[in-house]
T-cell receptor, first 110, second 115 residues
Framework: GQNIDQPTEMTATEGAIVQINCTYQ??????LFWYQQHAGEAPTFLSY????GLEEKGRFSSFLSRSKGYSYLLLKELQMKDSASYLC???????????FGAGTRLFVKA | DTEVTQTPKHLVMGMTNKKSLKCEQH?????MYWYKQKAKKPPELMFV???????INESVPSRFSPECPNSSLLNLHLHALQPEDSALYLC??????????????FGEGSWLTVV
């Protein structure tokens, strides 16, 4: 089966750095996604990792360790608009099903 | 801006009504999805169409009926819904294939309220 764990909520201060962790157990591996979802809106794609290491994209970076079944999303220079839910997601190796974690709600305070 | 468009954005319907949610994408994606999302929960997969054929039905009640008229369009027909079906319904698409082809692009969603 597949299982994804991520913290329920996190709070951080504007301008700071925050790391959102995700651990997963899957039968087979076909990459890991991070999505951002603002309240009342649809999820939007942030990053995709299929190889070990850090992928940097502006203020956001995503890290993957396949051997540890672990990923994190790193947000730098936090802004108020970064307050959102961050969903870790793992697609099945075969077929079109993607399993979403429950999401981490990030609150950025002034 | 999302390239997956959904209509209507908001829908209120009675339990005896028949209504439809519509979705369109022009990215040439070969897979299209319906997800249901309740507040503070992750999206739950309902249906997947691949090359216009239904490939996944996650044991969704028959009061939800999907339809894929062509490779760009996806509908969700609603009939005799229950108040607990009130949720955000998300249409999505992906290119298919391996690796980043699994990236799911969501529409803005249709907020459904069943009264």
């Amino acid at each position: 089966g597949q299982n994804i764990d991520q913290p329920t909520e996190m709070t951080a201060t504007e301008g700071a750095i925050v790391q959102i962790n995700c651990t997963y157990q899957t039968s087979g591996f076909n990459g890991l996604f991070w999505y951002q979802q603002h309240a009342g809106e649809a999820p939007t794609f942030l990053s995709y990792n299929v190889l070990d290491g850090l992928e940097e994209k502006g203020r956001f970076s995503s890290f993957l360790s396949r051997s540890k079944g672990y990923s994190y999303l790193l947000l730098k220079e936090l802004q108020m608009k970064d307050s959102a839910s961050y969903l870790c997601a793992v697609p099945r190796v075969v077929g079109f099903k993607t399993i979403f974690g429950a999401g981490t709600r990030l609150f950025v305070k002034a | 801006d999302t390239e997956v468009t959904q209509t209507p954005k908001h829908l209120v319907m009675g339990m005896t009504n028949k209504k439809s949610l519509k979705c369109e994408q022009h990215m040439g994606h070969r897979a299209m999805y319906w997800y249901k999302q309740k507040a503070k929960k992750p999206p739950e997969l309902m249906f997947v169409y691949s090359y216009e054929k239904l490939s996944i039905n996650e044991s969704v009640p028959s009061r939800f009926s999907p339809e894929c008229p062509n490779s760009s369009l996806l509908n969700l027909h609603l009939h005799a819904l229950q108040p607990e079906d009130s949720a955000l319904y998300l249409c999505a698409s992906s290119a298919g294939g391996t690796d980043s082809g699994n990236t799911i692009y969501f529409g803005e969603g249709s907020w459904l309220t069943v009264v």
